[in-house]
């Protein structure tokens, strides 16, 4: 189970644009698997050549931890599809990139236990350290069927690996809720993309990490989360800005906010729990409970 490790253009592009080494090819499909379609295009980027294929969206990726990225344009059937395949530096890179992408999912595969997200355009899955988007052109049942198709065998050549929620996340409470979708947040860029909502709550340059989880309860809504800092320095900031004071272990502090009542828990020297609640308490009191047992632990 995971723990926190805390105390809780066009010349560019071509010369970017290169054929894979001989191990990497191994995650291209071949024509032969693509069940009457053709590949177009295929191309490789890393860190560097990143920029030349999807400008200035490479930033998000370099700040979650990229290693490398695989193109495979395709055509069937008249549609195009374009398969992209993000290695990122580990699981919780992969993991959270995926997170902060995805949106509105409303098909589920049964090749995927978990960390898929399927729409009428595109697919997404994460699986091991690689981020995988597929999308198509149409969104008709064809487009959809294909896209589905390209994603079965883009994940049978991935290593089998994910990501672990967080100790607290896999409470009986909070476990079904993360099954659905946890946010992991790393930084501005990520805050931008996958929860914009909080940031205020951190207008600081600096590196953080926020392990998010949205609840919906028959009550309403609210919504729980790990805050990782890299050092104390940070940890302070955080609670200056947010009109609090320094949480000791195990100390909790509450605050009410136009909208909301949050509820701020010292875990560890590094990291705060959060709860932020649209309800009254007495509907979240069991969600209370459970976190400061998990902390008193």
Same mark, same amino acid.
């Given at each position: 189970?995971?723990?926190?490790?805390?105390?809780?253009?066009?010349?560019?592009?071509?010369?970017?644009?290169?054929?894979?080494?001989?191990?990497?090819?191994?995650?291209?499909?071949?024509?032969?698997?693509?069940?009457?379609?053709?590949?177009?295009?295929?191309?490789?980027?890393?860190?560097?050549?990143?920029?030349?294929?999807?400008?200035?969206?490479?930033?998000?990726?370099?700040?979650?931890?990229?290693?490398?990225?695989?193109?495979?344009?395709?055509?069937? !059937?008249? #549609?195009?599809?374009?398969?992209? $395949?993000?290695?990122?530096?580990? %699981?919780? &890179?992969?993991? *959270?990139?995926?997170?902060?992408?995805?949106?509105?999912?409303?098909?589920?595969?049964?090749?995927?236990?978990?960390?898929?997200?399927?729409?009428?355009?595109?697919?997404?899955?994460?699986?091991?350290?690689?981020?995988?988007?597929?999308? !198509?052109? #149409?969104?008709?049942?064809?487009? $959809?069927?294909?896209?589905?198709? %390209?994603? &079965?065998?883009? *994940?049978?050549?991935?290593?089998?690996?994910?990501?672990?929620?967080?100790?607290?996340?896999?409470?009986?409470?909070?476990?079904?809720?993360?099954?659905?979708?946890?946010?992991?947040?790393?930084?501005?860029?990520?805050?931008?993309?996958?929860?914009?909502?909080?940031?205020?709550?951190?207008?600081?340059?600096?590196?953080?990490?926020?392990?998010?989880?949205?609840?919906?309860?028959?009550?309403?809504?609210?919504?729980?989360?790990?805050?990782?800092?890299?050092?104390?320095?940070?940890?302070?900031?955080?609670?200056?800005?947010?009109?609090?004071?320094?949480?000791?272990?195990?100390?909790?502090?509450?605050?009410?906010?136009?909208?909301?009542?949050?509820?701020?828990?010292?875990?560890?020297?590094?990291?705060?729990?959060?709860?932020?609640?649209?309800?009254?308490?007495?509907?979240?009191?069991?969600?209370?409970?459970?976190?400061?047992?998990?902390?008193?632990?």
């Amino acid at each position: 189970m995971y723990k926190p490790t805390c105390i809780l253009i066009s010349l560019f592009l071509l010369s970017s644009f290169s054929t894979p080494a001989q191990n990497d090819s191994l995650l291209f499909l071949t024509d032969d698997e693509l069940n009457g379609g053709k590949t177009v295009r295929t191309g490789r980027y890393d860190g560097k050549s990143l920029w030349g294929y999807i400008n200035g969206g490479a930033d998000i990726y370099l700040e979650y931890g990229f290693r490398q990225a695989f193109v495979q344009d395709i055509r069937y !059937n008249s #549609t195009l599809y374009k398969i992209e $395949i993000y290695q990122m530096t580990d %699981l919780e &890179s992969a993991y *959270g990139i995926f997170s902060v992408s995805t949106f509105r999912c409303t098909d589920v595969d049964p090749n995927f236990s978990r960390d898929y997200c399927g729409t009428r355009h595109q697919v997404q899955f994460v699986k091991a350290d690689h981020y995988v988007s597929i999308t !198509n052109e #149409t969104g008709d049942e064809e487009g $959809i069927k294909y896209t589905r198709f %390209l994603a &079965s065998h883009i *994940g049978s050549k991935i290593e089998e690996g994910r990501y672990e929620f967080p100790d607290l996340f896999q409470h009986e409470l909070f476990q079904p809720a993360c099954e659905q979708g946890m946010k992991l947040i790393k930084g501005e860029l990520g805050l931008q993309n996958g929860f914009p909502f909080w940031s205020g709550k951190f207008t600081f340059p600096g590196k953080y990490t926020i392990m998010l989880l949205p609840m919906v309860a028959k009550e309403g809504e609210f919504n729980l989360a790990i805050l990782e800092f890299p050092g104390h320095e940070e940890r302070v900031t955080f609670c200056k800005i947010n009109n609090l004071d320094l949480l000791e272990v195990g100390e909790m502090a509450s605050r009410k906010s136009n909208v909301a009542e949050e509820y701020y828990y010292g875990y560890n020297n590094n990291c705060i729990i959060v709860l932020e609640s649209f309800l009254p308490k007495e509907f979240i009191s069991k969600y209370i409970q459970a976190i400061e047992e998990f902390i008193s632990r």
